[in-house]
């Protein structure tokens, strides 16, 4: 079946240019991450969604940043002003509500975002 | 969530079992041990977690200590395509977050 897609797939933006960064889930899962992953480094959570409700933006590095998934499926994340430290792969997972056993989180292949 | 510590690369032969260490020496009772692996160009990807019994599944296998301080992924017979990070991850069942360290770098040689 459809996993998680991502578009696009890669992205070159100017400094201070804004973009846009979109996620489609597995159809029917609730739960909604987005994660940051540097080069040579592991994923950073960045923002969680349960349906609609953004529940935790802790992981947002500044106000630059901004996700939203208005109807519960589909999500984006928005980078204003783009600066070069913004140069990285941003990966969107899903999954279905969690229960006491098991929690897998379903990753797309991510968008790479370069800033020049 | 406990913090884990994973050697930053390894290396297998093809055919051979790959042995993939990870200390969670603080881990807590309620928390499980996930392992996700990262292709390269890929998003990582569910392999297997456990919480003290040992597990298995199509893809691997955990060996987790009893006193739950380490564990093992065990990849049976590791083909070219298990080339890949390797990430173990502890994470209690109230956690939606999953929090990536460095990971380990399999390499599987022909």
């Not at chain 1, 990285?88 to 975002?113: K, M, N, W």
């Not at chain 2, 884990?4 to 993939?20: H, K, V, Y």
Request: hydrophobic share 30%; net charge neutral.
């Amino acid at each position: 079946g459809a996993g998680v897609s991502q578009s696009p797939r890669y992205k070159v933006a100017k400094r201070g240019q804004d973009v846009a960064l979109r996620c489609d889930p597995i159809s029917g899962h609730v739960s909604l991450f987005w994660y940051q992953q540097a080069l040579g480094q592991g994923p950073e959570f960045l923002t969680y969604f349960q349906n609609e409700a953004q529940l935790d933006k802790s992981g947002l590095p500044s106000d630059r940043f901004f996700a939203e998934r208005p109807e519960g499926s589909v999500s984006t994340l928005k980078i204003q002003r783009t600066q070069q430290e913004d140069s990285a792969v941003y990966l969107c997972a899903s999954s279905f509500p969690r229960d006491s056993i098991t929690y897998e989180q379903y990753f797309g292949p991510g968008t790479r975002l370069t800033v020049t | 969530d406990a913090k884990t510590t994973q050697p930053p690369s390894m290396d297998c032969a093809e055919g051979r079992a790959a042995n993939l260490p990870c200390n969670h020496s603080t881990i807590s009772g309620n928390e499980y041990v996930y392992w996700y692996r990262q292709i390269h160009s890929q998003g990582p990807q569910y392999i297997i977690h456990g919480l003290k019994n040992n597990e298995t599944n199509e893809m691997a296998s955990l060996i987790i200590t009893e006193d739950r301080k380490s564990s093992t992924l065990i990849l049976p017979h590791a083909t070219l395509r298990d080339t890949a990070v390797y990430y173990c991850i502890v994470r209690s069942d109230s956690s939606y977050k999953l929090i990536f360290g460095s990971g380990t770098r399999l390499l599987v040689r022909p």
